[in-house]
């Protein structure tokens, strides 16, 4: 079954700082992976989606990796705000559906 | 519709009660999937429909929980006599593709408390 660790849990900066989620997963045979952020009592929303046959995927200040050999992926986020606060999720995909961990749950301070 | 609707988005139900959940998927898309979400834990996977019929039923924790899918588009999932381990946070997401190959899109979630 895959496994998906999500480190650091929970992560907190000044506004303005770039920053770096990881994410790490057991199986590497996966068809993509999405990354997610969630806010308190809500449903998730997608950030960024990578096919395993790319290595990474750009949408305004986020930038996500993937190296699927290894199993890792990681998130970046440019030029913080305090809008970024949320729980980011990552979740590779196998044939059927995603598999997540429990996220980073970022603060970004004023 | 625009996004994924799901209803209720809060249900307060008495142990031992059925509940049905709902889940109105982005128009077109063929791939509908649920997930539970506990306080404090992960998203846990339920079921996986591709059209009306259901490949991956693995998830579904007992056989109090079950789902459908109507003409390749609502769908229901109904937990039976509820029981307190059942609270949590029940989300909904379709993809245009099945097969891992799609973006998935949730909805708001319902949320479920059993007394």
């Known amino acids: 079954k895959q496994e998906v660790t999500q480190i650091p849990a929970a992560l907190s900066v000044p506004e303005g700082e770039n920053l770096v989620l990881n994410c790490s997963f057991t199986?590497?045979?996966?068809?993509?992976l999405q990354w997610f952020r969630q806010d308190p009592g809500k449903g998730l929303t997608s950030l960024l989606l990578i096919q395993s046959s790319q290595r990474e995927q750009t949408s305004g200040r986020l930038n996500a990796s993937l190296d699927k050999s290894s199993g890792r992926s990681t998130l970046y986020i440019a030029a913080s705000q305090p809008g970024d606060s949320a729980t980011y999720l990552c979740?590779?995909?196998?044939?059927?559906?995603?598999?997540f961990g429990t996220g980073t749950r970022l603060t970004v301070i004023p | 519709g625009a996004g994924v609707s799901q209803s209720p988005s809060n249900k307060v139900t008495e142990k031992g009660k059925d509940v049905e959940l709902r889940c109105d998927p982005i128009?077109?898309?063929?791939?509908l999937y649920w997930y539970r979400q506990s306080l404090g834990q992960g998203l846990e996977f339920l079921i996986y429909?591709?059209?009306?019929?259901?490949?991956?039923k693995s998830g579904l924790p007992s056989d109090r929980f079950s789902a459908e899918r109507t003409g390749g588009s609502v769908s229901t999932l109904t937990i039976q006599r509820t029981q307190q381990e059942d609270s949590a946070v029940y989300l909904c997401?379709?993809?245009?593709?099945?097969?891992?190959?799609?973006?998935?899109?949730f909805g708001e979630g319902s949320r479920l408390t059993v007394l």
């Open positions: 128009s077109g898309h063929t791939a």
């Open positions: 429909f591709q059209g009306n019929s259901a490949p991956d």
């Open positions: 199986d590497s045979a996966i068809y993509n």
């Open positions: 979740a590779p995909q196998g044939a059927n559906n995603l598999f």
């Open positions: 997401a379709s993809s245009l593709r099945s097969r891992g190959t799609g973006e998935l899109f």
